[in-house]
């Protein structure tokens, strides 16, 4: 195997040493990673407790949105019924598909992640726990408030596609539009923080030897479902955004009147709404190819072409989005390149499909809780599969895109591409967090009850959509033989509900988290979650020979535990782990954790408090809250690029590693590219909106001013190269390299904020006007994104003058500095695109 980074690999080979390990390393290891005490349970940031409350919150709004789902059918079971009038029965509708595709669905596969990942790469935590921490307050803050809206009568009305004019002023007056606009934008920036997380904690933490071809295939899941999130999540960003502006300052983006196009919302939502249900689909297939080899007792069959059929997967599934729009109206050639689209993604699906019946035909299967549910999931999403591709037919789904065929073909693919799947993945995991494991007696009753209740309910509805009963109404006519299947559907909806409750029960009696000791492993796993575990993840850090390494390395287990292999110890006295190279996994350095504090907590309440206060239009309030945010992330920034007290530290095996990395090589600079991708992403596709626009009314589109192009250009160009010569004047270490770099960083900052002064007194210049129409809209939209960046840029300034004043910017600790730079270097060619796109296109 060829080295990446200049390691040894014959360096493996010390491992497990020999030897007694030092007396009281364990117990300095202990007091490290102490549980919370108190209040400091609202403070803790160790994944094994974030993945636990993050789980758990998750799991809380499935049963919440289940309840809403049972009151719908209720309403449902006869014609005419009166059990809930039509606006009290939108907002329910609207707010099960909103929690189920928002708050459960994405966050409760990002929860599992969260939780497994560090087990299962052999690290202590992942790489940012402050981050992880941050998302789920952010999550759990915004979700509560917003399920909380229904009880006053402000919870939205509009779908959870919230599809224009509908959700329009003049459709939609009050603030629930508001509250779903600005909520949920705010929940998926949290899912984005979590995807960073992912990310790098995936390419960056893996054990010693864990290369690519043998990483975990959940691992592979995951990384996947991070970077679909990060292309996929700023649509829905930018859509939310866009609207919540029409409805506010009258900028009109969907109003047709103006010249806006209610299809730019269908647009962007479903370039975000397709690729969700398999960036919710894929985690879940990573569980499950996970869990059916356990159960089976025998290694997954076509683990690299499972591998490549999810990577085929998240990549055709962007191309997919108008798979939904087939009824609007679009161009014969567009419906047709869309229609080969959606068939085409079900062949990597099917390839991962063949995969697990293999495995199960080649293993000795268990009928377990766990082994049930994966096999229930697979025969209940195949079925749902299959009626994918049927409304991937254009002249089918002409007929029944707006049916009850289409919600049973939804509810096919997502209670059996994921419900299942999680069900299956928390009865399998269980006694890894917990003192005791699940029941498998009451599992496989609450599998039954399912199974049952999710065919009772949802079978009939193909019949019923196939018998012309549209979609999202509150009632029906009698006599059209609707009446049948409906109570059918009523009926297995409240079997589906008895199971989840005996889930609770179950839950209940034996869910233990927290302790000292948890079940252990009791299906046979193979994977490094299973090693013996503590709040510290594992006693050391293992060097990883194969794909399913208790199976193979039958000593591990008692090597790991007695603190035979990489960082037994904690050499810096804090909390630790090992940050390996990208592709082979190799030994980079050493990466110092954070301890727990409240301001990631706090970051998250005045975050949250922001948006909120928003909705309700307390707009003074707001901008406090505003205000108390940025000062929590300072607070929360302030003590990175810690002073090192060893520059160097043996991780094990007497092998030596830095304590700390900058550039490509250091965390920081990986989770900033993903950070910057998805603000380009915004970007994108704000240029997109601005081109759609243009093609449906060009003639309302007046000549761009074009005096400053040349200048702006030359002042972001300016900014940029400033910020390279201020992070290159850093590093070279001479005794006047702190200030000189920070100078030239702050001009550089300065010169963003001329060139972006520029472009906007061009445009007030020419007379531009948001609310006139289309033109003006998406202008001042490309120009409100890049003011976000520039007020950001501006705020790095005075961050990089503080710590320069506290004498905290030092040419051995240039990460921080670094990623300054690299935001100010981003935010320029984005302030070039931002200028250039609307002078240039058209044309003259």
């Known amino acids: 195997m060829s080295s990446e980074t200049g390691f040894d690999p014959r360096l493996y080979d010390r491992f497990p040493t020999a030897g007694p390990r030092p007396p009281g390393e364990l117990a300095a290891l202990e007091e490290a990673w102490c549980g919370p005490k108190r209040w400091e349970w609202l403070t803790a940031i160790n994944n094994n407790y974030i993945g636990v409350y993050y789980l758990g919150a998750a799991m809380l709004f499935f049963v919440l949105a289940g309840t809403l789902a049972v009151l719908m059918r209720t309403q449902l079971a006869l014609p005419l019924n009166g059990f809930l009038p039509q606006e009290t029965y939108n907002q329910l509708f609207t707010m099960h598909g909103t929690m189920m595709m928002f708050l459960f669905a994405v966050p409760a596969v990002e929860a599992l992640g969260v939780l497994l990942l560090p087990q299962m790469l052999g690290a202590r935590d992942l790489p940012f726990p ?106 829905v960003i930018l859509a939310t955004l866009l609207l919540e502006l029409e409805r506010a300052f009258g900028w009109p983006f969907f109003d047709s009147v103006k010249g806006g196009d209610p299809l730019l919302w269908q647009h962007l939502f479903w370039f975000f709404g397709h690729p969700e249900v398999y960036i919710i689909f894929l985690p879940a297939a990573g569980a499950m190819s996970t869990i059916i080899p356990a159960i089976a007792r025998t290694e997954l069959v076509g683990y690299r072409l499972v591998v490549l059929a999810m990577l085929a997967t998240g990549f055709i599934s962007f191309g997919v ?184 029960a179950d839950m209940a009696r034996n869910f233990r988290p927290f302790g000292e000791d948890n079940a252990g492993n009791v299906y046979d796993g193979p994977g490094l979650e299973w090693l013996p575990n503590d709040l510290y993840s594992v006693r050391s850090i293992p060097v990883v020979k194969s794909l399913y390494p208790l199976w193979d390395q039958k000593s591990l287990s008692a090597e790991v535990a007695a603190g035979r292999h990489f960082l037994p110890d904690n050499p810096t006295g804090g909390r630790e782990t ?43 309030a707001a901008a406090i809250s505003g205000v108390a945010a940025i000062y929590t992330l300072f607070q929360w920034c302030w003590l990175m690029d810690r002073p090192m007290d060893k520059p160097t530290v043996d991780i094990g095996g007497g092998i030596l590693a830095p304590s700390y990395a900058s550039g490509v090589q250091g965390h920081g600079w990986w989770a900033m590219v993903i950070t910057l991708t998805v603000g380009g992403m915004v970007a ?16 309302l589109w007046a000549p761009p001013p074009q005096d400053s192009l ?105 990460a921080s500095f670094e990623l300054v730079g690299l935001f100010v270097v981003f935010s320029a060619g984005q302030g070039a695109f931002a200028a250039a796109l609307p002078r240039l296109f058209p044309g003259g």
Do not use: C
């Open 130 to 235: 402050r981050l992880s921490a941050y998302a789920f307050w952010a999550y759990l803050i915004g979700g509560l408030a917003f399920f909380g809206s229904i009880f006053v009568g402000l919870a939205p009305n509009g779908g959870w596609f919230m599809y224009p004019p509908l959700t329009g002023m003049q459709y939609s007056p009050g603030i629930n539009a508001d509250f779903w606009l600005l909520g949920i934008g705010f929940i998926e920036i949290s899912a984005i923080a979590g995807a960073i997380e992912i990310i790098v904690g995936v390419l960056r933490t893996r054990a010693p030897g864990m290369t690519l071809d043998k990483l975990p295939i959940f691992a592979w899941a995951m990384l996947i479902f991070a970077g679909m999130i990060v292309i996929a999540f700023p649509s």
């Open 321 to 504: 989005w108008a798979h939904h729009m087939f009824t609007v109206g679009m161009p014969r050639a567009s419906v047709n390149v869309f229609s080969a689209a959606s068939m085409a993604v079900s062949v990597p699906a099917g390839v991962q499909v063949f995969a697990w019946i293999a495995t199960l035909a080649a293993g000795r299967m268990r009928f377990s809780a766990p082994g049930l549910f994966a096999i229930g999931g697979l025969v209940i999403f195949v079925m749902g599969g299959l009626t994918g591709v049927m409304v991937a037919m254009v002249p089918f789904d002409w007929q029944a895109h707006d049916t009850y065929f289409v919600v049973a073909h939804l509810h096919y693919v997502l209670i059996g591409g994921m419900v299942f799947p999680m069900f299956a993945a928390i009865y399998y995991w269980t006694p890894l967090v917990s003192r005791r494991p699940l029941s498998d007696r009451l599992g496989k009753w609450v599998f039954w009850l399912m199974f049952a209740g999710m065919h009772l309910a949802f079978l009939p509805m193909h019949l019923s959509g196939l018998m012309g009963m549209p979609r999202r109404v509150y009632t029906y006519l009698p006599g059209r033989d609707w009446d049948l299947p409906n109570q059918l559907s009523t009926a297995g909806a409240y079997l589906f509900a008895a199971a989840v409750a005996l889930w609770i």
């Open 578 to 620: 090992i940050v390996t190279s990208t592709l082979n996994a190799e030994p980079q350095f050493l990466l110092r954790m954070p301890k727990p504090s409240a301001w990631h907590v706090w970051a998250a309440v005045f975050t949250a408090g922001f948006f909120l206060l928003l909705t309700v239009q307390a707009y003074v």
């Open 684 to 699: 994108l596709l704000a240029g997109f909106s601005y081109v759609f626009l243009w093609s449906t009314r060009p003639d």
């Open 710 to 814: 040349v200048l702006i250009l030359a002042l972001m160009a300016a900014a940029a190269v400033l910020a390279w010569i201020g992070v290159r004047a850093l590093v070279h270490d001479g005794p006047r390299s702190p200030g000189v770099a920070s100078l030239s960083l702050i001009l550089a900052i300065a010169a963003l904020t001329a060139g972006f002064g520029l472009d906007l007194n061009g445009w007030l210049g020419a007379g531009l006007d948001p609310k006139s129409g289309p033109q003006g809209a998406s202008v001042a939209m490309l120009l409100s994104w890049q003011g976000l960046f520039v007020a950001t840029g501006l705020m790095m300034a005075l961050y990089v003058g503080l710590r320069l004043a506290w004498r905290y910017v030092r040419a051995d600790q240039p």
